[in-house]
């Protein structure tokens, strides 16, 4: 597998929440990720304040990943969290 | 639009007593989720109609409280006979799963907000209604066209109906998840401190490595 097309920044409060995670989960998460640096994926853009933010899921949806894009090629993963679904 | 806990009440489920607001509210909504099964290309042009019915936003107003009161194993029998439909449908061949998900995710993200941290959603609500008017309208429109859309789906026995319906209605459902997502992190954001870098990774090797996440798979 080759370098990414992107920059990839980790913030600490992503970092954090990786660390969480369930292990089971982790590479899921990371492959998304190899997506999105690769440019192969790209997120969906939030709204309102944060128009800014893009957002995938990620682990068969069980959890949200945040980003951000400050520049040209440059992908700031900014956090992660558990979607609140009752239904899953 | 606070509403909450439409979807999971709106189909028919074995045991739970459905609270009177919401079955007026149902009853009240068939007209428009009949034309959304006539013409479901013209689903945000009914909800707009929709949105004019006064009798219908009081419902909405009352059913909501209602539905704060419900108690959860109430909760868990509706979401359980939700699945049941679910799986009917996908083994007819229509595939509604992620779509409900998004769309039950938003309603019980609402509803446990609502519970459990009320006057702060109300204050992210109200940010986002008066700060962006423009976008508000278009999560309105985008809510009840889910809404309506997923009832439509309940009530059709035609597949080929059945199928356009879905796929109209995994659009406003995947419109709907940026809302719930920009909801969540105006009610949590992060804070400034923690979006400081930590670091870097130009390929997967190296984001793994800066995870310190042992299980590399990649061949870079």
Redesign the interface.
Known sequence: ????KH???????F??A??KLD?QY??EI?KK??EL?MGLRRG???????KH?R?V?VAR?KY?L?YTEPQYCII?L??I?P?????? | MATTVLVPYSIPSRGVAVPTALKLLMGRLRPYVDRVIAEPEAVEKIVDDMLKDYTTQILLVVASLEALHLPREEFVRVLEDLRRFVNELKSVGIDVEEAVDLLIEHDMWKHRQLIQNRSRYLEVYVKFFTEHPGEAQSYVRTYFAALLLFLAITKTKDLEKLRLLTEIFARYAEELEAYTATFDLMLSPVPEEERRVIGTASSPRELRRVLQHERVQTHD
């Open positions: 597998m080759n370098g990414y920059m990839i920044e980790l913030s600490k409060r970092e954090k990786f660390r292990p982790r590479e990371l990720i190899d640096g969906k853009p939030l709204k309102g304040g944060y933010y957002t899921r949806g949200r945040f700031v900014e956090d969290r979607r609140d679904s009752a239904y899953r």
